[in-house]
Nanobody, 129 residues
Framework: QSRLVESGGGLVQTGGSLRLSCAAP????????IGWFRQAPGKVRDSVAA????????YYADSVKGRFTTSRDNARNTIYLQMNSLKSDDKAAYYC??????????????????????WGRGTQVTVSS
């Protein structure tokens, strides 16, 4: 599997918005469910959101529900994470990853990191007060 590539991170003020992109070359961008994760300094990496291969199913962590939205454009092999009303707690490195095919699209499956077979290198999001 080709590595995924995240982009769109940066510095934003509290309450601001950013849109992250995850470029997924080849079939990864059209046939795999994609998860978003984040890791803040000194903390473990946590699941943030996930989206099925056709965009029909999504998952969000409670901490981002109502503020973050994931979507995908399979024609462009790109998955997005729109982040609104950003808080200082959202500061982290954000990663996208491809879910191993054939797994059921349940919350338990989408949040388990070892179910993901290809990862990006991450993009940094910094939220200033």
């Amino acid at each position: 599997q080709s590595r995924l590539v995240e982009s769109g991170g940066g510095l934003v003020q509290t309450g601001g918005s950013l849109r992250l992109s995850c470029a997924a070359p080849g079939g990864t961008g059209t046939t795999y469910a994609i998860g978003w994760f984040r890791q803040a300094p000194g903390k473990v990496r946590d699941s943030v959101a996930a989206i099925s291969w056709n965009g029909g199913e999504t998952y969000y962590a409670d901490s981002v529900k109502g503020r973050f939205t994931t979507s995908r454009d399979n024609a462009r092999n790109t998955i997005y994470l729109q982040m609104n009303s950003l808080k200082s707690d959202d500061k982290a490195a954000y990663y996208c990853a491809a879910l191993s095919p054939g797994l059921p699209l349940t919350t338990a499956t989408m949040t388990r990191q070892d179910n993901y077979i290809t990862w990006g290198r991450g993009t940094q999001v910094t939220v200033s007060s």
